[in-house]
């Protein structure tokens, strides 16, 4: 028996992958009302999360999330001291993996102003802060395990 729709050749698959990324490339750069942080976290976002290693972008918005308690934009000192003592004594020898309140501030928070900004200080820290697969999955693993943002 034969079919009469023409089997997908693996060049019209290519073809048809490569169109699919030019136009999303294109459909990004006409978005241009978002600021260069909200376009990276919202590209970033698109790919599913690995639980083993959480993206950065991910991170930033679960801590917004559940750590910003007045939802303000940024993470004050009294909110991260206030999460790191609720974490459970099982789990408290990870907290020496993310650090001390103080060693976050100094690696978070760029302009030096007592929190962190969820997105000028953490765009500007991307190297200090939250940078290492290792320190992100101990940091969600910590403060917000069950976050899908």
């Not at 169109?19 to 698109?46: H, L, M, T, W, Y």
């Not at 020898?93 to 997105?119: F, P, R, W």
Request: contains cysteine; aromatic residues 4%.
């Amino acid at each position: 028996e034969e079919c009469d729709e023409p089997a997908d050749t693996e060049e019209s698959v290519v073809v048809e992958e490569k169109e699919a990324v030019a136009a999303e490339e294109a459909a990004v750069k006409q978005d241009d009302s978002r600021s260069e942080p909200e376009a990276v976290v919202a590209e970033e976002a698109k790919a599913p999360e690995d639980p083993k290693c959480p993206s950065r972008p991910h991170v930033i918005r679960c801590a917004a999330k559940y750590l910003d308690s007045n939802q303000d934009g940024a993470l004050e000192r009294s909110e991260l001291e206030a999460a790191m003592n609720e974490v459970p004594w099982l789990l408290r020898s990870l907290l020496k993996i993310i650090g001390s309140v103080d060693s976050i501030m100094k690696k978070c928070d760029a302009d030096g102003d007592g929190k962190i900004d969820i997105e000028n200080d953490m765009e500007a820290t991307k190297e200090t802060c939250l940078a290492s697969c290792f320190k992100r999955n101990a940091f969600k693993r910590l403060f917000f395990p069950e976050c899908t943002e």
